[in-house]
């Protein structure tokens, strides 16, 4: 069966640091790969999202990139965390368009 | 925008009861799918309904499409306090993407 793992699942980070969250994908084979971020109550905004090796989409401008150097591995990164970055970070994964997400179970991001 | 909006964003019920959670969206969709969130955790899937469905059932879910008026609805009959979570309603109108709404809160009262 299919798992996705996401971590770490907490991480405090001062501003001007810089990040990596890492996800992966076991049991499936080209996934299509997303990282979402949802601010305390509200929805989730789409940042980014892959449907192959080295092939990257972002949504929305900011002050983080992603980077898919396997398969089944996805990576979000930032050189230089801004307070704004604060949030809940989750990855998907999709084995064809129009299915269901299946989601890891987030990174809470604070940055002080 | 194509993100869906859900309606109430918050709802409180006595154990028993049932809930109706309301979503309506701006643009044409290929699907619409619901998600349940327990607080702190990752998304799970509960239901797709593709454009041409206008209702379908998954156990005491129920979920209703109706495209002229670009909304839906889901009805979680005889709640439970396992039901407690956030549920979300996300449109599909392709190119790999799913826009999500901000949500319902369900509280389910024992």
């Known amino acids: 069966s299919q798992t996705i793992h996401q971590w770490p699942a907490t991480l405090v980070q001062p501003v001007g640091s810089p990040l990596s969250l890492e996800c992966t994908v076991e049991?499936?084979?080209?996934?299509?790969l997303y990282w979402y971020r949802q601010a305390a109550g509200r929805g989730l905004q789409l940042l980014f999202y892959?449907?192959?090796?080295?092939?990257i989409s972002s949504e929305v401008p900011q002050n983080l990139s992603a980077s898919r150097p396997q398969d089944r591995q996805f990576i979000l990164s930032s050189k230089k965390l801004l307070l704004s970055d604060s949030g809940f970070y989750l990855c998907?994964?999709?084995?064809?368009?129009?299915?269901?997400?299946?989601f890891g179970n987030g990174t809470r991001l604070t940055v002080t | 925008s194509q993100q869906g909006e859900e309606d109430p964003q918050a709802l409180s019920i006595q154990e028993g009861e049932n809930a109706t959670m309301n979503c309506s969206y701006k643009?044409?969709?290929?699907?619409l799918q619901w998600y349940r969130q327990n607080s702190g955790r990752g998304l799970v899937h509960l239901i797709l309904?593709?454009?041409?469905?206008r209702e379908k059932h998954s156990g005491r879910l129920r979920v209703t499409l109706d495209t002229s008026k670009k909304s839906s609805s889901l009805l979680i009959t005889a709640s439970r306090a396992a039901d407690t979570a956030s549920y979300f309603c996300?449109?599909?109108?392709?190119?790999?993407?799913?826009?999500f709404g901000t949500g319902t809160r369900l509280t389910v009262i024992p």
């Open positions: 998907a994964w999709t084995g064809q368009s129009n299915s269901p997400l299946h």
């Open positions: 049991g499936t084979s080209n996934p299509n």
């Open positions: 892959s449907v192959g090796i080295g092939q």
């Open positions: 643009t044409s969709i290929n699907n």
């Open positions: 309904i593709r454009s041409n469905e």
């Open positions: 996300a449109t599909d109108a392709g190119a790999n993407n799913l826009f």
